[in-house]
Nanobody, 117 residues
Framework: VQLQASGGGLVQAGGSLRLSCAAS??????YAWFRQAPGKEREFVAR????????YYGDSVKGRFTISRDNAKNSVYLQMNSLRPEDTAVYYC?????????????WGQGTLVTVSS
């Protein structure tokens, strides 16, 4: 089982990036994105629940980020708009077989997002 995150990079404040996470080895019901900035604890960013597609967001990204999934591709995405320097972090995708997961069994390797001011 593997989660492969991609799409990180360097962007100016106000810009956009789209992160992707492709799962292989099995299918998952729930996906999430977390991030960890240097010297800080890991922070919840967004999650998407089971077949319902219900989404949840951390307060710091509400209205700017959108999580989505493509079941046919076994993938989850994070569209990040209006990026701020404080969004700079390593972003991790996570997945779980449970449709109601709030903790996640499988984690990707992370992709670095750097937002310059």
């Amino acid at each position: 089982v593997q989660l492969q995150a991609s799409g990180g990079g360097l962007v100016q404040a106000g810009g956009s990036l789209r992160l992707s996470c492709a799962a292989s080895g099995r299918t998952f019901s729930s996906y999430a994105w977390f991030r960890q900035a240097p010297g800080k604890e890991r922070e919840f960013v967004a999650r998407i629940r089971g077949s319902s597609g219900i989404t949840y967001y951390g307060d710091s990204v509400k209205g700017r980020f959108t999580i989505s999934r493509d079941n046919a591709k076994n993938s989850v995405y994070l569209q990040m708009n209006s990026l701020r320097p404080e969004d700079t972090a390593v972003y991790y995708c996570a997945a779980d077989p449970s449709a109601y997961a709030v903790t996640y069994t499988y984690w990707g390797q992370g992709t670095l997002v750097t937002v310059s001011s």
